[in-house]
C-alpha cells in the first residue's frame, strides 16, 4: 500500500510532462468524442433539420463507431508507436471538422465527415493511454490516468457550452467547428514536438515514433 499522502501523489504526479501532454491530448481526443456525443442530436436537428429520432440514431452509430475504434487505436500504437496514431487521428480530426465547418450535405460528405471524426476520436483516445503506458514511471501509470481521465471529462464539458453560445451569437455552427480545427491544430502540434521529444528520452529509438 502506498504510505505517501494522497496530497503528496497528486503533486508529485501534477510535476510529471507526460501529465500534462497527455492530458491535453485526451481532453480534445475523448472529450471532443463526449462533446460530439451529448451535442451532435441537437447539431444535426438545427443545422440539417433532422427529426429527433433520426438524430438519436445517427449519434448512437457515432458514439459505437468511436468505441469500436478505441481498442484499435491501442492496438496501432503497440505496433506503430502511439505518436503516429495520435499523429495521424488529429489529422482526420482537423480535416473532418474543417470540412463541417462549411455544413456539407450529409449525403454523402457530411455522413463520411461523421464517421471519420468518431473514428479518428475513439482511436485517438486508446492511443493517449498507451501513450500513458509507454513513457509514464512505473509507479505513476495509475495517478497520470486518473489526472489525464477527468482532463477528458472536462475537455467534453465545454464545448457543448460553447458551440451552443456561438450558435445562438451568430445562427451558425461553423465558427464553434473553426475553434475546435485550431485545438486540434495545436494538439498537433504537441504531438509532434513536445509528446515525441518526452517518448525519444524514454524509450528505444526504434520504439519512439
Known sequence: M???PLAGRLATTLRLGITWQASALYAV?????VAFSVYLP?????????????AANRMAGFVLFAVA?????GWLSDRIGPVRVLAMSLTVVLAGAFVQAFTP??????TIAFLALAA????????????????????????????????GG????IPPLVMGSLYGAYGSYALGLA??????????????????QSVTRRVPATHAN
Not at 479518428?120 to 490516468?145: C, D, E, H, Q, R
Open 2 to 4: 502506498p504510505t505517501e
Open 29 to 33: 481526443a475523448f472529450g471532443g468524442y
Open 42 to 54: 441537437t447539431y444535426l436537428k438545427t443545422g440539417y433539420g433532422l427529426a429527433q429520432t433520426d
Open 69 to 73: 475504434l478505441r481498442p484499435i487505436g
Open 105 to 110: 450535405g450529409l449525403a454523402p460528405i457530411g
Open 120 to 151: 479518428a476520436l475513439g482511436a485517438g483516445s486508446g492511443a493517449v493511454f498507451a501513450l500513458v503506458a509507454l513513457i509514464a514511471p512505473a509507479n505513476k501509470v495509475g495517478s497520470v490516468t486518473g489526472v489525464v481521465g477527468a482532463a
Open 154 to 157: 472536462l475537455g467534453g464539458f
Open 179 to 196: 475553434l475546435l480545427a485550431a485545438v486540434v491544430a495545436a494538439a498537433l502540434t504537441l504531438t509532434g514536438t513536445g509528446v515525441r
